[in-house]
Structure formats: C-alpha cells, structure tokens
C-alpha cells in the first residue's frame, strides 16, 4: 500500500489526517476490506517504524514480522542523519544539503527544512528544498554510489512528497507519546515471530538502533548483511528478505 500522501495516493504529499495513527488505522481498514484474519508485515526503513507500532497495536492481527533498516524514530536517530553523525562519512552530500540552509537557521535543519517544505506560497522554493532534502537520502542508501538512487532525487513530483511526509513526521516526532515508545512496546509483541535484516554499513538507519531492538526482543532472528547499507535493493540485503519470506511461506502454510 502506499501510504496516505505518496505514490498513487491522493491527494499527493497532502499531510492533513497524516498521522502514523492515521496510517496504523488504514492497514487495518486493508485487512479488514480484504478480509484476512492474521497477515505477515513487513516493512523497511520508516516501514518497519509503521510495522511496529502496526504490531504494538494490532499484536493478534500480525502472524509475522519482516522488518529491514530499523527506525525507532527516536531524537537521537533523526539528528544523527540530519543534523550531525551521517556529515561524517558524507561531507561532500551533506554540505550540498547543509548549504541550501541559510547559517543562521542551520543549528536546525530539520526544522528550517520543513518551513520551506510547508510553505505552498513559494512553490519554487518549496521544489528546491524537497530536491535537496531527497538528494542527500539518496546519495547515502546505498554502500556504494547507486546512479538510479540519485536520479530519484531529481523527480520533483517524488522529492516533494517525500520530503514533505518526512519532515511533517520528524518535527512531530513521529505522533508517539514518547521518545522510547517502541522499545517500551516490544512486551506487546514480542511473542510475534519476526526476522531483523540490517545492512552492517546503513548510515541512513545505523545499526546500533537494531542491535537495541534485538536485545529488547532477543526472540526475533537477527541477520547483519556485511557488505550493505541501507537499501532494500542491494544483494546481501535483499537475498536476506526472500530468505525471510521463504522461511515465513513454509511456517504458516502448515
């Protein structure tokens, strides 16, 4: 499904009613409209943000968990990307991001970021700081520079709902009632099978947020791709999540 705002939902990057609770609601309407007792979530990235707080809510309608790149949404993972940490292994993207910003507003650049982004009376503007906020994403999901990654970046239709839809979501903190909100629910689902697939070398979602999610729910599989980052698309990665699928199709077609 896509998400309320991005891809063919519409209205496209509209952020009212979009809310994590919003979206948690709109799986469950899925299911409901499609009729399935018990489904197998899987998401990656911001996904696996939605599919824990999916599970955290919905713990008897989930008969699995595929999880990739783990987000916990938490302070300290979205300044390390956008604010400091991420800057130190890519400078030279993150000084194109940086930059956009004028100096005197860079001591928060999620937060001048959005302001721009928000702003529909300057549509140029507007365009301009989702391409530079969707550039630097882009240019880091990947161990290695992944050309058709970037040129994402360069659609200006996808870069304003992106970035829009991340911002709104960061300066609201997710809509969680607290910064450890997912750790503090793993009692809730813990008892869900579930597979964590981490790239060794994400920068976008580092790996210290699934080696914490890991020993709160020590029961999950754990499997770090050596040679990866972020992305769904590199190899290692994605042989892990059809492995995962594999292994989940057998289990509950008994």
Same mark, same amino acid.
């Not at 001048?112 to 530079?132: G, I, T, W």
């Given at each position: ?48 943000? $939605? ?6 809510? !919905?713990?008897?309608?989930?008969? @699995? ?5 783990? #987000? %916990? =949404? ?85 870069? $304003? ?6 911002? !709104?979501?960061?300066?609201?903190? @997710? ?5 450890? #909100? %997912? =750790? ?71």
């Amino acid at each position: 499904m896509d998400q309320r705002g991005a891809g063919r939902s519409t209205p496209h990057a509209c952020l009212e009613e979009n809310t994590t609770w919003d979206l948690v609601g709109d799986i469950e309407t899925l299911r409901k409209h499609l009729g399935v007792d018990k489904w197998l979530v899987f998401g990656g990235s911001w996904g696996s943000t $939605l599919s824990l707080v999916y599970a955290a809510t !919905h713990p008897d309608r989930v008969a @699995g968990l595929i999880l990739r790149g783990i #987000f %916990l =949404l938490r302070r300290k993972e979205v300044e390390w990307f956008y604010q400091k940490g991420a800057d130190s292994i890519f400078p030279d993207a993150f000084d194109k991001y940086r930059e956009f910003i004028p100096k005197d507003e860079q001591h928060d650049l999620v937060a001048a970021y959005h302001k721009r982004l928000m702003n529909d009376s300057e549509p140029d503007q507007q365009v301009a700081a989702a391409r530079h906020w969707t550039e630097w994403e882009m240019a880091t999901s990947y161990l290695l520079p992944n050309e058709d990654s970037l040129k994402r970046g360069e659609d200006d239709k996808f870069a $304003l709902a992106f970035a829009r839809i991340e911002s !709104h979501y960061f300066v609201n903190k @997710g809509f969680l009632p607290s910064d450890s #909100f %997912l =750790l503090d629910s793993v009692p809730k689902f813990k008892h869900i099978p579930a597979v964590i697939v981490q790239g060794r070398y994400d920068v976008v979602c580092p790996i210290v947020s699934a080696w914490e999610l890991h020993k709160a729910w020590p029961e999950a599989e754990f499997k770090v791709v050596p040679d990866a980052g972020h992305s769904a698309n590199e190899r290692g990665i994605g042989e892990q999540l059809v492995a995962a699928m594999e292994s989940f199709k057998l289990k509950l077609s008994r």
